[in-house]
């Protein structure tokens, strides 16, 4: 199994960024997909994951960023608006083959991508 994150740029605060994660090795359809990331200087934070059509979003980008999956490319997206420089951080995808228990722990999450830097200027 492969994550390939990807999307990541330099950005004005206020700004859109779509971020993508296309996986490789396996059918996702059923997979827990998310997305963390990891301020300099920082733990890694939970940002957002969805599971069938659960999902779930850290309080801190509700009504800001979107999660979706596309399973005929078995990609998964972040669309991300109203950017802020606290947004600023490398975005890693993560992934589980089923699961039904806390989407917020990294512990939970079986394979990783390589990372996507976003920088959001104010």
């Known amino acids: 199994v492969q994550l390939q994150a990807s999307g990541g740029g330099l950005v004005q605060a206020g700004d859109s960024l779509r971020l993508s994660c296309a996986a490789s090795?396996?059918?996702?359809?059923?997979?827990?997909m998310g997305w963390f990331r990891q301020a300099p200087g920082k733990e890694h934070e939970f940002v957002a994951a969805?599971?069938?059509?659960?999902?779930d979003y850290a309080n801190s980008v509700k009504g800001r960023f979107t999660i979706s999956r596309d399973d005929g490319k078995n990609t998964v997206y972040l669309q991300m608006s109203s950017l802020k420089a606290e947004d600023t951080a490398v975005y890693y995808c993560?992934?589980?083959?089923?699961?039904?228990?806390?989407?917020?722990?990294?512990?939970?999450?079986?394979?990783w991508g390589q990372g996507t830097q976003v920088t959001v200027s104010s």
């Open positions: 090795g396996r059918t996702f359809s059923n997979w827990l």
């Open positions: 969805m599971r069938r059509s659960n999902l």
């Open positions: 993560a992934a589980r083959s089923g699961f039904s228990g806390s989407y917020h722990l990294i512990a939970n999450y079986d394979y």
